[in-house]
């Protein structure tokens, strides 16, 4: 039974899923560093939230790790390359706290513009500074929006509910998608010349780092009012303590801060100021959506193999994942085939799928056939890495589908082009469930790759298969299965034989010293 572990703080449902998914699950929150690198090497998968830092170190530990789910939306707190390396998936849940963390977003902005915050503390301090907090109305004003996905697109149908209107800054916003949002798409310049408020709701990346710099706050209408419930780090917080203390910005609502958690900020106490601890997302209903996606998407991942929002890998459903596993096979033992038997360096695999198979999705078919071939070079390869390493390794991989049936209802080629030529392999499945080799080299030939093999290539000539016979019998080593094929009488032949262990070295080089043999090796599936 696969085990998860919850290390942040989850709602209860993301438990009661794992456990009703046949999944054994354990919450222990809270733990150093070093104390869950000491645990974590117990369990298949990891579920997370924002406070444990999923890094390298931790990954090494994590010996049958498979997978990584954030219950949430951002994965900074994530090594995803280590984690590809390693071959554990990464999936976060997109969408389940996008509405509440843009009410928070919008929550702030009538903070800014009622001064909420002050005028409380003021009140409750038995003040009752009528005249103080004088504020602004939102209708009418102009909202700019940097990063228009989905919570900016929630943020903007809410303001422009509040007659707001709203001009958005995305590089990726389509004309198309702007008119069906009703904002304005403009320039980063533009947006800071006109907003009234500006609110970010972009990842961080190395486009967005210091979005809000002091050259752009700089370029801002004098008084303008700043939000920020997306990642610390998108706004220099130094350039925005210096404008909040200059009046160029008249308030600025941060949910989110360069190092969290933010126990200390030259911010804190400046007029004007507003903080949350990183709350955008924490309403009950947005972590009993997201503590339920990301238990549903484990469980499907860890019981049947089903991939839902991974960062790393392609995804598969779990209705696709049972009519993917046979092909899945095919497509690993191919891989291990083309790998065992090709030497030197590849500089382009091709996987071809002709009738039925054409018809599935090709991604994972494909991480399949990297992860055979690459399993003769490396052993910490697997399907989430496998696309990775090849990259890595300089190969060109295609894929080339054909959806009319050839002499197969269903047909998987493996193509691979190597210093002496292109060179291929095909399979099948019988009945749509048994992978079975169709095709070695272009030389027609039935097998069932499984177990330790011996491969043959000799010159088709009487006598041969006894003396092979023969050899094998005296060495003690049983024949399983035995499948032939030749390119035509007399000419190249191939035999592919299933025996019940490992052949010695001693005996691969009696079997290669056999007239009329031109090749011979072990090989193990
Ligand atoms: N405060 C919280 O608790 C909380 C909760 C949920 C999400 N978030 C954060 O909010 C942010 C937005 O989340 P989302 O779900 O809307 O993500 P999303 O991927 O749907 O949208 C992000 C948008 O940013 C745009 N973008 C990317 N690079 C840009 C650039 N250089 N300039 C302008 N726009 C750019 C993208 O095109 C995309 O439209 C993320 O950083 C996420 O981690 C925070
Ligand atoms: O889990 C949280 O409280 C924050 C989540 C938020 O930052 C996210 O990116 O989804």
New binding site residues.
């Given amino acids: 039974m696969p085990k998860v572990l919850i290390s942040d703080k989850m709602d209860p449902k993301a438990a009661q899923i794992f456990r009703e998914r046949g999944v054994e699950v354990d919450e222990i929150t809270g733990k150093t560093p070093d104390e869950l690198k000491a645990i974590i090497g117990e369990y298949d998968g990891l579920a997370i939230r924002s406070s444990t830092k999923v890094t390298k170190d931790i990954l090494d530990h994590a010996t049958n790790l498979k997978v990584v789910g954030r219950a949430?939306?951002?994965v900074d707190n994530v090594d995803i390359p280590a984690a590809s390396s390693r071959g554990v998936v990464v999936m976060n849940t997109?969408f389940g706290?996008?509405i509440t963390?843009a009410e928070h977003a919008i929550a702030l902005m009538f903070a800014l513009a009622r001064q909420l915050p002050e005028a409380d503390a003021s009140t409750q301090a038995g003040k009752w500074e009528k005249n103080r907090f004088m504020g602004v109305e939102l209708t009418a004003k102009t909202l700019g929006l940097?990063?228009?996905?989905?919570?900016?697109s929630i943020v903007a149908d809410r303001a422009r509910g509040l007659k707001m209107k709203v001009v958005a800054?995305?590089?990726?916003?389509t004309p198309e998608r702007a008119v069906e949002m009703g904002v304005e798409k403009v320039t980063l310049d533009e947006l800071l010349a006109r907003a009234d408020f500006i609110t970010l709701?972009?990842?961080?990346?190395d486009?967005?780092r210091n979005?809000l710099s002091a050259e752009a706050i700089a370029k801002t209408k004098k008084g303008v009012r700043i939000i920020n419930?997306?990642?610390g780090g998108l706004i220099d917080e130094a350039a925005l303590k210096a404008a909040l203390d200059s009046g160029q910005v008249g308030g600025a609502a941060l949910?989110?801060f360069v190092e969290e958690p933010a126990k200390a900020s030259p911010l804190f106490g400046t007029p004007g100021f507003i903080s949350t601890p990183?709350l955008?997302?924490s309403t009950t209903e947005a972590q009993v959506n997201v503590a339920i996606q990301v238990a549903e998407q484990m469980a499907d991942y860890l019981v049947s193999g089903g991939v839902t929002n991974a960062l790393n890998v392609p995804s598969l459903s779990a209705e696709e994942a049972p009519k993917l596993k046979p092909y899945m096979a095919l497509a690993e033992k191919l891989g291990s085939l083309v790998g065992q038997l090709t030497t030197g360096a590849i500089g382009r695999i091709s996987i071809h799928t002709e009738g039925a198979a054409a018809e599935l999705n090709p991604k994972p078919i494909t991480s399949a056939v990297l992860a055979g071939f690459l399993r003769n070079q490396t052993d910490t390869v697997n399907m989430v890495n496998a696309p990775f390493l090849a990259k890595d390794r300089g190969m060109e991989v295609r894929e080339v589908r054909t959806e009319r049936e050839g002499d197969y209802h269903t047909l998987l080629r493996v193509s691979v082009k190597t210093a002496d030529g292109e060179r291929s392999v095909a399979g099948t499945l019988f009945g749509d469930q048994a992978p079975r080799l169709v095709e070695l080299f272009g030389i027609k030939v039935e097998a069932d790759l499984a177990g330790d093999m011996l491969y043959v290539v000799n010159d088709d000539a009487p006598g041969f298969i006894g003396r092979l016979g023969t050899l094998l019998g005296q060495a003690g080593v049983n024949i399983g299965t035995f499948h032939l094929g030749r390119r035509q009488a007399g000419g190249e032949a191939v035999l592919l034989l299933s025996v019940d262990e490992p052949v010695s070295a001693d005996l691969l080089a009696q079997v290669k010293a056999l007239p009329g043999v031109r090749t011979a090796m072990g090989l193990a599936f």
């Fill in positions: 949430g939306i951002g997109p706290n996008s963390t940097i990063g228009a996905g989905n919570i900016g800054f995305d590089p990726f916003l709701h972009t990842p961080l990346t486009q967005t979005i419930c997306a990642r949910d989110v990183h955008g997302a």
